[in-house]
């Protein structure tokens, strides 16, 4: 219905990783507004699992105009772009201190990665204070610094959870 628009689907059921998990939450906008900034959630085949920053520019039904941060059109103009709503969430807060000492290996993570961030899970902890993720769906290892790692930010109306 109406009131659910802009709402994350959340179809899959997330492992419990941690305490600190489990209690991580944050307050949240309920639904995306024009001029708010955003993440779009790419339903793209090879970037499904990544989300790009931006502005909702006009919200109309169940379609947003989004204006892509990072992303320029031929012209050198920032591209934009009509989009489904459900695609859109409000931009998440930054990490909380220290949420990484917290987390365990197959935890859920977003890593900042070809101008999006990218779903992700913890494999390893290395020397050095690096860190071994991989993107399930592609198969794709990468060993990271800390700084590139952010929570695996879920928003439901009016709450971010992790």
Do not use: C, I, N
């Not at 890593?111 to 902890?125: F, H, M």
Request: net charge negative; glycine share 10%.
């Amino acid at each position: 219905g109406e009131d659910e628009e802009g709402e994350e689907e959340d179809d899959e059921e997330e492992p419990a990783t941690s305490a600190a998990a489990a209690r991580s939450s944050q307050p949240a906008p309920k639904k995306v507004l024009p001029g708010m900034h955003v993440e779009y959630a790419s339903p793209l085949e090879g970037a499904r699992g990544s989300y790009y920053s931006g502005v909702a520019m006009h919200v109309d039904g169940k379609v947003a105009s989004f204006r892509h941060d990072e992303l320029r059109a031929e012209d050198g103009a920032q591209a934009q772009a009509a989009v489904q709503l459900k695609h859109l969430r409000p931009l998440p807060p930054p990490p909380p201190e220290g949420f990484l000492s917290s987390v365990k290996r197959g935890a859920r993570l977003e890593l900042r990665y070809l101008d999006g961030w990218w779903d992700v899970v913890l494999r390893k902890r290395l020397g050095g204070g690096k860190l071994r993720v991989e993107a399930v769906g592609y198969g794709a290892v990468h060993d990271v610094e800390p700084a590139q790692l952010r929570p695996a930010w879920k928003w439901t109306k009016g709450t971010w959870r992790w």
